[in-house]
Structures are given as structure tokens and as C-alpha cells.
């Protein structure tokens, strides 16, 4: 089975500038989650979707924006692109085990604002 | 609020030693934890986690972890040590309520050949 897939792998962006990253996730696997790793750090969580529903959304601005589709991919929208956005961003599809999320996670866009 | 804490920024182990990275968590209610390991370059790959039950859990590639209710503590084990396994680990504590898991800063352990 493929595991999660994201697209682009890089990307190089200028200051002020949107970006649209995508994300597959696993087939089967309904949920997906968005998270910001900037470097030397873990990974923050961004948002995380349900069944096409926004089910959680972390410390984030409103610059920041996803969406889920039918077949369960899902789009990270960023406006307004500022020099702290530049980090890799991480895509998670989940499928609920035992009471719990358990999270498989793609290898990531690395954004670089410029 | 839940949390995690990684003390360790770094652990060296030599090769064929055992390791531990360590953990401690603040959570309400029951924990959710996870360990995740990141290669360069890479997503985050998962390793095991502990919802109920054996205060032992095992997990991939040999590795196991010790839950401590007690100490709030979760660390990760591995008998004998390999130069692959070289790499940044993340210990997380999945929030039911935000339905987010929260990370830790990280670890990079060194397995010197």
C-alpha cells in the first residue's frame, strides 16, 4: 500500500506570495492533519480534518486555511507568505485505533519564503 | 494543557549498548503517547505507542517503551544500540479533546560505530 503522499516535495516562495500544498492520504484512512516544522523543532499542529470537517485547528493565523475533498486529500492553503513561514510542513493521515488517533505521516513540503 | 518534555537534546550510545531517550508527559485523563522517529530529510515514521494496558510496549526495529504512571514518564528503550538508528526522535501525547497530538522539542541520538 502507498503510504501518504505530498506534493511538492520543495518549494521557493517570496515574501507576501500564497502557496497550496497537497496531501494524499492512505487509502482507508479518512482523517488527515497538518503540521508546521520549523527547523530544529517539532512538529505544531495546524489543523486537522474529518470527513471533509475542520475537527481541530491549532495556534495558527487566519492566513492559514485547508480544506478536505471527497476522496479524502487535502489542500494547505497559506496567504501572505512571511520569512517565519518557511518550514517543512507535514501532512498525517489517521485511522482511529483502540480510542486514539494513530497518525502516518507523508515526507513533507519544504517551503522557503524568500 | 497537555504536554510533553524531552530533558535530553542529544544521547550518544555506542554501538551494541543499550539505549533510552526519555519522556515525561502532563496530560488529563488517560494518556495517549507516542514515539515517532525522523530521518533527515524526511516525515516522521511511526515507532509504537501506549494507549492501556502493559506498561511495556514494543514497537518496530526492536525498540520498546516503558510507561510510569507514577513518574509521568514514557521512555524509549532498545537493547543493542545500531549506527541506523541514528536519528531524531519525538515523543507526542495525543489531545482526545483538540483531536491534535502535541510533540515534543526532539532528541537526536548518536550511535557511534
Known amino acids: 500500500d502507498a503510504g501518504v503522499t505530498q506534493s511538492p516535495t520543495h518549494l521557493i516562495k517570496t515574501r507576501g506570495q500564497h502557496v497550496t500544498l497537497r496531501c494524499s492520504p492512505i487509502?482507508?484512512?479518512?482523517?488527515v492533519s497538518w503540521y508546521q516544522q520549523v527547523l530544529g523543532q517539532g512538529p505544531q499542529f495546524i489543523f486537522q480534518?474529518?470527513?471533509?470537517?475542520?475537527?481541530g485547528r491549532g495556534n495558527f493565523p487566519d492566513r492559514f486555511s485547508a480544506r478536505q475533498f471527497p476522496n479524502y486529500s487535502s489542500e494547505l492553503n497559506v496567504n501572505a507568505l512571511l520569512l517565519g513561514d518557511s518550514a517543512l510542513y507535514l501532512c498525517?493521515?489517521?485511522?482511529?485505533?483502540?480510542?486514539?488517533?494513530?497518525?502516518?505521516f507523508g515526507p513533507g513540503t519544504r517551503l522557503t519564503v524568500l | 494543557a497537555q504536554s510533553v518534555a524531552q530533558p535530553e537534546d542529544q544521547v550518544n550510545v555506542a554501538e551494541g549498548n543499550p539505549l533510552t531517550v526519555k519522556c515525561t508527559y502532563s496530560?488529563?485523563?488517560?494518556?495517549?503517547l507516542f514515539w515517532y522517529v525522523q530521518y533527515p530529510n524526511r516525515g516522521l515514521q511511526f515507532l509504537l505507542k501506549?494507549?492501556?494496558?502493559?506498561?511495556l510496549v514494543k514497537g518496530s526495529y526492536g525498540f520498546e517503551a516503558e510507561f510510569n504512571k507514577s513518574q509521568t514518564s514514557f521512555h524509549l528503550k532498545k537493547p543493542s544500540a545500531l549506527v541506523s538508528d541514528s536519528a531524531l526522535y519525538f515523543c507526542?501525547?495525543?489531545?482526545?479533546?483538540?483531536?491534535?497530538?502535541?510533540f515534543g522539542a526532539g532528541t537526536r541520538l548518536f550511535v557511534k560505530a
Open positions: 498525517a493521515s489517521s485511522i482511529r485505533d483502540g480510542g486514539t488517533d494513530t497518525q502516518y
Open positions: 487509502s482507508g484512512h479518512k482523517s
Open positions: 480534518y474529518y470527513e471533509k470537517e475542520e475537527r
Open positions: 496530560v488529563s485523563g488517560n494518556p495517549y
Open positions: 501506549y494507549i492501556t494496558g502493559d506498561n
Open positions: 507526542a501525547v495525543y489531545n482526545t479533546g483538540g483531536f491534535k497530538t502535541i
